[in-house]
């Protein structure tokens, strides 16, 4: 269990950091229950004309989700996430990685869920990175492109289940 991961956030550089952002046009409770579905989060999660092929899915604070994310050209990125906190609906806080045990380019991430007066919801993702070489290669990769594809993704398939 991490003890004290607010003081990480909040001293962390700016310069080891990706910050993303999207209006999602849904109420909070929906995104959230997005990214803590396994159905859900497999039907979304990734980059335009990625598949997901999960291997373990256990979303809940402790938990483990490993999978490959596999491109269009058949290349294969293997991932691990591991959920370190879940505050429902309002946050939720991963180590992010290769599906390796020791892993030197995991980052961490925090998504946050706030929902406005008129029932959409405002999520920020933030990325950090254990340092500003390590941001600056996930930039060069396309983290900032592909984050926003994501979330673009995240924010159709909310959209196909408001009012069920």
Do not use: C
Not at 8 to 35: F, G, H, K, N
Not at 51 to 66: P, V
Not at 99 to 109: A, T, V
Request: zero cysteines; glycine letters at 10%.
């Amino acid at each position: 269990m991490i003890q004290n991961s607010d003081s990480a956030w909040r001293d962390w550089p700016i310069d080891r950091e990706i910050v993303l952002s999207r209006l999602i046009d849904a109420p909070r409770d929906l995104v959230y229950a997005a990214w803590t579905d396994p159905d859900q989060i497999q039907a979304w999660f990734g980059p335009e004309g990625f598949a997901i092929e999960t291997k373990e899915i256990d979303l809940r604070q402790g938990g483990i989700w490993r999978f490959d994310m596999v491109a269009p050209d058949g290349t294969r990125y293997t991932n691990r996430m591991v959920f370190l906190r879940m505050k429902t609906p309002a946050l939720i806080e991963v180590e992010h990685g290769s599906d390796e045990d020791e892993d030197p380019g995991k980052f961490r991430m925090l998504v946050t869920f706030d929902e406005q007066s008129d029932g959409k919801t405002v999520l920020t993702l933030r990325q950090m990175h254990p340092s500003k070489a390590q941001r600056d290669g996930a930039i060069g990769f396309g983290a900032v492109e592909y984050g926003g594809q994501t979330l673009a993704k995240l924010a159709r398939h909310v959209a196909g289940r408001k009012g069920r």
